[in-house]
């Protein structure tokens, strides 16, 4: 199985603030990463596919990028609404697994 | 708008079964592969299932591999997950989740969730 780790855990960050998880991969999975961001009680929702790609109406200040196995989810400038935890995914193989989450919390 | 509403969740005994039902609407349901994800109290992400708009590639997480079977009815619009034998540990808000189009796998869209609880 392909394994999905997060860096870090939990961070906090201020509003207008650059903000950069990192998501490894145990082996390469090419390009087949997704993001996605929970807020407390709430469904997750779809922020990211093929490691770049923005889910439609999701806000530019979202980015995401790969290097080898090696992945990051950038939120260029924190606004109060995107406090929350974020995952990553792998979908390359199946078992399709989730990283262990990062909380984004206030500082 | 894509909608995808499960019910069926509850309590259940260790032991016990319980049949989710996910209904879709705001989309071409049977041109979508589905899955299931489900979420224990207070921790992370794990993905249960997978299931192909033609019903012809199905997979599982080992730990629900042979007590639980995903299923649709492209008729209905409708995605299941009969989950049999289950265990303190099934204990989870379970999301149907559709994959993007196109032959995708991860998820685009989210239910709310549907709570199992698995107790005596």
């Known amino acids: 199985d392909i394994q999905m780790t997060q860096s870090p855990s939990s961070l906090s960050a201020s509003v207008g603030e650059r903000v950069t998880i990192t998501c490894r991969a145990s082996?390469?999975?090419?390009?087949?990463l997704a993001w996605f961001q929970q807020k407390p009680g709430k469904a997750p929702k779809s922020l990211i596919f093929?490691?770049?790609s923005l889910h439609s109406g999701v806000p530019s200040r979202f980015s995401g990028s790969a290097s080898g196995t090696d992945f990051t989810l950038t939120i260029s400038s924190l606004q109060p609404e995107d406090f929350a935890t974020y995952y990553c995914?792998?979908?390359?193989?199946?078992?399709?697994?989730f990283g262990q989450g990062t909380k984004l919390e206030i500082k | 708008e894509v909608q995808l509403v499960e019910s069926g969740g509850g309590l259940v005994q260790p032991g016990g079964s319980l049949r989710l039902s996910c209904a879709a609407s705001?989309?071409?349901?049977?041109?979508?592969?589905m899955n299931w994800v489900r979420q224990a109290p207070g921790k992370g992400l794990e993905w249960v299932s997978f299931?192909?708009?033609?019903?012809?590639?199905?997979y599982y997480a080992d730990s629900v591999k042979g007590r639980f079977t995903i299923s649709r009815d492209n008729a209905k619009n409708s995605l299941f997950l009969q989950m049999d034998s289950l265990t303190a540990e099934d204990t989870a808000v379970y999301y149907c989740?559709?994959?993007?189009?196109?032959?995708?796998?991860?998820?685009?869209?989210w239910g709310q969730g549907t709570l199992v609880t698995v107790s005596s």
């Open positions: 989740t559709r994959s993007r189009p196109l032959g995708g796998v991860t998820p685009d869209y």
């Open positions: 705001g989309f071409t349901f049977s041109s979508y592969s």
């Open positions: 299931l192909s708009d033609t019903t012809r590639t199905i």
């Open positions: 082996q390469g999975i090419g390009n087949s």
């Open positions: 093929a490691a770049s």
């Open positions: 995914q792998q979908y390359t193989t199946y078992p399709y697994n």
